[in-house]
């Protein structure tokens, strides 16, 4: 029972017959004092008993005793009762006293005791608040008075804690009671470990194990100590000496175990190790914590030998369903192995019609240069065969080149040459791209520079209508299947070109984490975006809103399971008009084989 009272009163006189009633000495001497001064407060002889003294603190500084309580709070052992003289001249008066103190403790039971105020009682109540824990007594006050006060409030105090912890001990016995009575699990070790838990959290103990009794042997189930083992083996042979009742909660050397009902001859018992004994009205909640985990035990077994009973008769049945469900798992993964092959044959249909377009127009402006090339040199060979003409002089020659401008002739020749040039380099650019993306020479697994990767689908996909804006961080080579990443790269960034119209524009970005080893590879663009339906469906296999013969709907599906199997994952954002973000990461930390 908490008897800690505290007053606060500027007067020292006041404070003494405080302390001669809450707080008598039992000698004497001081007894006849107290009868002395007993008419001060109007007040009889004490004849406290030893229930009747409390610890009791006095002051004469109201700021002295708020510091008091709220260190007393701080500490864990607060005040039950504070008396407060209203009118204090010196410092804090007992209006600004109790407000404070109500700040600091709102299950404090507050008594206001003044001669006179200037203060209504009104005021006093809207000030301090909670009506309830507040009282108000003048002066002079009668000994029994603040006796039967003392006494009533401290044990109001009591009745209120305990009905808090008794409130709180049950929203925690029926949050226990509601997760054991929905608890989904599939093994008997994992419904005991979470009994063990629960049995644990409502007892605040840290110490639990489980050992089961069957067939007259005792054996350690499982253990949540942080002791170690060798205690829990210690209280087995506790256990085994002592009588256990079945039905009952008991204590052995330091330790409680509460028994679980698994069969008539079989039990489960908790041992949670604990130096004192749980209070009655905890216990009392703590049995309807058992007789729960009881209840869910049993259920749980009648559950199993239920579903025994039931494999034993359909055991053939299952063996035929395994071996179905084994056909169509050969059957999907033959299937996924064709839709692979199938999005590269479209992915190197894409390409070479992309590449058959880039060749075209470097040859078509190599042919036509030719063709202007050959009606170019026909003047110079004319002025070749001039020399052959009878009538030859070197001032009508002179006269025949003016005539033909051969300085022009010459400039559109250099010209010509150079566009040819141009050209051939870039077919010659473009094989090589080609070469290099496909990586046919490369090994399975290789180190590869993503950067790189990505500058090469560019090159391939690129169009005179589409600007690729890229902003490449630093980035370490990656271990990976270059093939595999190849397309992936490639179908995400196709998509977002063939998503674009004239005159739009593909971000891509890289970056690497070097805490998470991860390589991030962003990918945006300013087309028309998707609808929330078609972003839902967009990893759907053969979903595609391309025009037929245009794609298959596997690449992002494709794209998806690659870079899964390189430790990362693929996100997309999209709204309509305001294009699309596709964001891929692949573990640089990922050891493939």
């Known amino acids: 029972m908490n008897k800690r009272v505290i007053v606060i009163d500027d007067e020292e006189a006041i404070l003494n017959d405080y302390k001669l009633i809450l707080s008598p000495e039992k000698d004497p001497l001081t007894l006849l004092l107290e009868q002395e001064l007993g008419g001060t407060s109007g007040g009889q002889p004490s004849d406290a008993s030893a229930e009747d003294i409390y610890d009791t603190y006095l002051t004469t500084s109201g700021e002295d005793g ?75 006050f009668d000994s029994d008075e603040i006796r039967q006060l003392a006494m009533n409030l401290t044990r109001k105090w009591d009745i209120e804690k305990k009905i808090e912890r008794h409130a709180y001990f049950l929203e925690m016995l029926v949050e226990s009671v509601r997760r054991l009575k929905t608890i989904n699990t599939t093994t008997l070790r994992a419904l005991l470990l979470a009994i063990l838990k629960e049995m644990m959290f409502f007892s605040d103990i840290r110490d639990g194990s489980i050992i089961r009794r069957a067939e007259g042997k005792l054996q350690l189930e499982l253990s949540l100590c942080d002791t170690g083992t060798d205690k829990v083996e210690l209280t087995i042979r506790e256990i085994k000496k002592s009588p256990i009742c079945p039905d009952d909660i008991c204590y052995i050397k330091g330790c409680m175990v509460i028994p679980l009902r698994e ?127 009878d009538s030859f002089t070197v001032q009508k020659y ?105 005159n739009g524009r593909i971000t891509i970005s890289t970056s690497y984490d070097i805490e998470a080893a991860l390589i991030t590879i962003v990918v945006s663009d300013n087309g028309p975006g998707m609808p929330p339906d078609t972003l839902r469906r967009a990893f759907n296999p053969f979903f595609t809103t391309k025009p037929i013969g245009k794609g298959t709907g596997l690449g992002l599906s494709i794209a998806e399971a690659v870079i899964a199997r390189h430790g990362g994952t693929v996100k997309i954002s999209s709204e309509v008009g305001h294009g699309t973000t596709v964001k891929l990461t692949i573990s640089s930390a990922l050891h493939l084989e």
């Open 66 to 140: 708020f510091n008091k309580i709220k260190e007393a709070q701080e500490q864990g052992t607060p005040f039950a009762v504070a008396f407060i003289d209203m009118k204090m001249p010196m410092g804090w008066d007992g209006l600004v006293t109790a407000k404070m103190i109500r700040g600091v403790d709102t299950h404090i039971e507050i008594v206001i005791v003044t001669a006179y105020s200037e203060t209504r009682r009104g005021k006093i109540v809207e000030t301090i608040g909670m009506p309830e824990r507040l009282l108000y007594v003048k002066k002079p």
């Open 263 to 389: 069969s008539p001859e079989n039990c489960v018992l908790i041992v949670l190790a604990t130096t004192n004994e749980i209070s009655p009205e905890r216990l009392r909640l703590f049995k309807l914590l058992a007789d729960t985990s009881t209840e869910v035990l049993r259920s749980y077994i009648a559950m199993v030998e239920h579903h025994q009973r039931e494999r034993l008769t359909d055991a053939l049945k299952i063996k035929e369903l395994e071996t179905l469900v084994q056909e169509r798992t050969n059957e999907l993964r033959q299937k996924d192995l064709q839709l692979i092959e199938i999005d590269r044959v479209v992915s190197v249909q894409t390409l070479a019609s992309g590449i058959a377009h880039e060749i075209n127009n470097p040859l078509s402006f190599v042919r036509s240069t030719m063709s202007s090339l050959q009606k170019t040199m026909s003047k110079v060979l004319d002025g070749i065969r001039f020399w052959d003409e």
């Open 398 to 502: 002179r006269e025949y080149l003016q005539q033909l401008n051969i300085e022009s002739i010459a400039g559109e020749l250099n010209k010509k040459f150079d566009r040819i040039h141009r050209g051939t380099e870039r077919i010659v650019t473009i094989v090589n791209n080609l070469k290099h993306y496909s990586r046919v020479d490369m090994p399975f697994v290789a180190d590869v520079n993503v950067n790189q990767n990505i500058e090469e689908a560019i090159e391939l996909i690129a169009t005179p209508e589409v600007e690729f804006v890229k902003q490449f961080g630093v980035l370490p080579n990656v271990e990976c299947c270059p093939q595999d990443i190849n397309q992936a790269l490639f179908n995400v960034i196709s998509n977002a070109a063939d998503a674009m119209d004239n």
